[in-house]
């Protein structure tokens, strides 16, 4: 089974996206009266219509998450418009303490997939307030960040979003970094494709593109949903699919005691293996800056 902690847009989004699949068994959780029990409802009717054979339910109640193998976690306060994610994080960190060990106490051996953001930094308070290895708890951010990339590039080159190969890195916030070194369209190199300049820009505007979905909507629903079903696919069916994720690092990058985006292989145990792959100069810069701000972030909790 696969618990669901937080049934508000993006909770729910995740709830609809992670049953259409059919992968397992699902149960919502929410502070809210109702909401969980509202939303669950509503996805059956939707599975119902296509046929899906799985249960969803939903309650207020933490023990429903009980016995669950995954739970992903997408409760707290939302980013609204003109606020980073960093803004959100003295707010969200009670609240996911709270909520971790909730979930920890029914579901002791879960896989925990955090989606609150400030992400990387609620990974991290997770990580401590459960005490779970650390191969157990992982954020999602950098398959989220790869999907914007991937439309940036499509659009700018005027090729199919399938053609590319890409992958996004470091904090999920304002230093995420697009790595452009290792983009392929088709096996052939971004850099043969695009100007220096042209590549930057592109990573600008990836960047940016999440704060304007905000601005004209209110928040980034239907992107993420995808991107955390994905993940909880390799996770819940043991696929071993390397993407990237935010994970606890000891060492890898020259870095220790924070969680930030790298590729990894998941599987049933959650994180598998961290790779660790070559920057340029500037994509390193970036990365170290990401993880200053982190450990600045982290550093200023009390966990």
Same mark, same amino acid.
């Given at each position: 089974?696969?618990?669901?902690?937080?049934?508000?847009?993006?909770?729910?989004?995740?709830?609809?996206?992670?049953?259409? &699949?059919?992968?397992?068994?699902?149960?919502?959780?929410?502070?809210?009266?109702?909401?969980?029990?509202?939303?669950?409802?509503?996805?059956?009717?939707?599975?119902?219509d296509a046929g899906v054979d799985v249960a969803v339910t939903g309650s207020t109640d933490f023990s429903v998450l009980r016995g669950a193998s995954l739970? #992903?976690?997408?409760?707290?306060?939302?980013?609204?418009?003109?606020?980073?994610?960093?803004?959100?994080?003295?707010? =969200?960190?009670?609240?996911?303490?709270?909520?971790?060990?909730?979930?920890?106490?029914?579901?002791?051996?879960?896989? &925990?997939?955090?989606?609150?953001?400030?992400?990387?930094?609620?990974?991290?308070?997770?990580?401590?307030?459960?005490?779970?290895?650390?191969?157990?708890?992982?954020?999602q951010g950098g398959v989220l960040d790869n999907s914007r990339f991937k439309y940036v590039l499509a659009k700018k080159l005027n090729v199919s979003r399938s053609s590319i190969t890409s992958l996004v890195m470091g904090e999920h916030g304002e230093n995420m970094i697009p790595v452009a070194s290792h983009t392929?369209?088709?096996?052939?190199?971004?850099?043969?494709?695009?100007?220096?300049?042209?590549?930057?820009?592109?990573?600008?505007?990836?960047?940016?593109?999440?704060?304007?979905?905000?601005?004209?909507?209110?928040?980034? #629903?239907?992107?993420?949903?995808?991107?955390?079903?994905? &993940?909880?696919?390799?996770?819940?069916?043991?696929?071993?699919?390397? &993407?990237?994720?935010?994970?606890?690092?000891?060492?890898?990058?020259?870095?220790?005691?924070?969680?930030?985006?790298?590729?990894?292989?998941?599987?049933?145990?959650? #994180?598998?293996?961290?790779?660790?792959?070559?920057?340029?100069?500037?994509?390193?810069?970036?990365? =170290?800056?990401?993880?200053?701000?982190?450990?600045?972030?982290?550093?200023?909790?009390?966990?």
């Open positions: 089974m696969i618990g669901i902690a937080g049934a508000g847009k993006v909770g729910a989004q995740v709830g609809l996206e992670v049953a259409s &699949m059919g992968i397992d068994d699902i149960a919502m959780v929410d502070i809210v009266p109702g909401l969980a029990e509202g939303e669950a409802l509503d996805i059956s009717h939707r599975l119902s739970v #992903i976690v997408a409760a707290g306060l939302a980013r609204k418009p003109g606020m980073t994610r960093m803004d959100l994080l003295s707010k =969200n960190s009670g609240i996911i303490s709270s909520v971790t060990k909730e979930a920890a106490k029914h579901a002791p051996d879960c896989v &925990m997939l955090m989606v609150t953001n400030p992400m990387d930094a609620m990974t991290y308070v997770a990580l401590k307030a459960t005490g779970f290895p650390k191969a157990r708890v992982v954020g392929y369209v088709g096996g052939v190199p971004l850099a043969d494709l695009l100007t220096e300049e042209e590549i930057q820009q592109a990573i600008e505007d990836t960047r940016k593109v999440a704060a304007e979905v905000i601005s004209k909507k209110g928040a980034t #629903i239907f992107a993420p949903g995808r991107s955390v079903a994905r &993940m909880a696919n390799a996770i819940a069916s043991d696929t071993k699919e390397v &993407m990237g994720a935010s994970a606890y690092l000891e060492g890898e990058y020259g870095l220790k005691g924070i969680c930030i985006g790298v590729p990894v292989k998941l599987g049933a145990q959650g #994180i598998e293996k961290i790779y660790e792959l070559k920057l340029s100069d500037r994509e390193r810069d970036w990365f =170290n800056k990401g993880a200053d701000t982190l450990r600045e972030a982290v550093a200023s909790l009390t966990v």
